[in-house]
């Protein structure tokens, strides 16, 4: 039982990823914290919903062209969203950045209960996918396991667009010195724009991957950006690899908190992120 809570915490920990990837690189490079990032994950499960009984149904082939289509689209309404409304406020004040980011994710709920109403929604997992595989008397789903090896997949081309290409070291640059990038005569709109697109792309991805594992509501955005905050708060705002282990020991701590200690599973990972900040605190003195 416990070996098949470890998967399944990992496999909710690098959906995590991909949501608070998305969200430490845009704040990495704009220094905007998005609280609508959730409201991204969330357009992705109800677009793969909407999308996956129309393309080639039940099948693999049309279910992952489901997700990425809906992936591409919240990035098109991310990218939107930025040139429309967040490079207006760059030079505002913080408050003021935050508060419309909250407002989107209010006007992100209102479209999606007039659009797919109120009640809980179901994606139906592939046929392919279907049953569950045995591991030394284990049994564990196949989705489940798709899923973690599709987040792995993505976490690793991730890596390595940031680290060896030249679009990734922009990224780096703008992180850490946006002054530089902008006298090197680089546009730092369009990067703002590329990463705030690319953000949103990899949350409606885990929306779309998240989709048959649940009910689908419009409450959705708020359950995954807790999380989120988490683990970008724990493993270092703009950094990917702490990001990819915050997110696997808080997806592993909950699955296997759910086990020992049901109560308290969700607080543990909340005790940790206090711990980090003071570690943090002492050793900025």
Request: glycine share 12%.
């Amino acid at each position: 039982m416990l070996l098949v809570q470890i998967v399944n915490g990992l496999m909710e920990g690098v959906m995590l990823f991909m949501v608070a990837s998305g969200l430490t690189l845009i704040f990495g490079v704009s220094r905007i914290v998005n609280f609508a990032h959730g409201s991204f994950f969330m357009l992705g499960a109800f677009l793969t919903y909407q999308f996956a009984p129309h393309v080639l149904p039940g099948t693999m082939p049309g279910f992952i062209l489901a997700i990425v289509t809906a992936g591409l689209v919240t990035a098109v309404v991310g990218a939107a969203f930025e040139m429309i409304v967040l490079r207006r406020i760059y030079h505002a004040e913080a408050l003021l950045q935050l508060l419309v980011t909250v407002g989107l994710v209010m006007i992100m709920r209102d479209v999606v209960r007039v659009v797919w109403g109120m009640n809980d929604l179901a994606t139906p997992i592939p046929d392919a996918m279907n049953g569950a595989v045995v591991v030394a008397d284990y049994w564990f789903p196949i989705y489940n396991v798709g899923v973690m090896g599709a987040g792995i997949a993505v976490a690793l081309v991730l890596w390595s667009v940031v680290r060896f290409t030249r679009v990734g070291v922009l990224l780096r640059a703008a992180t850490d010195d946006r002054g530089m990038v902008a006298l090197l005569g680089i546009n730092q709109a369009h990067i703002f724009t590329g990463v705030f697109a690319a953000g949103a792309l990899l949350a409606g991805i885990a929306g779309g991957l998240a989709a048959p594992l649940g009910s689908i509501n419009f409450l959705l955005d708020t359950t995954i950006i807790t999380g989120a905050f988490l683990v970008v708060v724990i493993g270092g705002l703009g950094n990917l690899s702490g990001a990819f282990v915050a997110a696997l020991a808080i997806g592993v701590l909950k699955a296997v908190g759910v086990l020992y200690f049901p109560r308290a599973a969700m607080a543990l990972a909340f005790i940790i992120m206090a711990v980090v900040l003071v570690v943090r605190s002492f050793k900025a003195r």
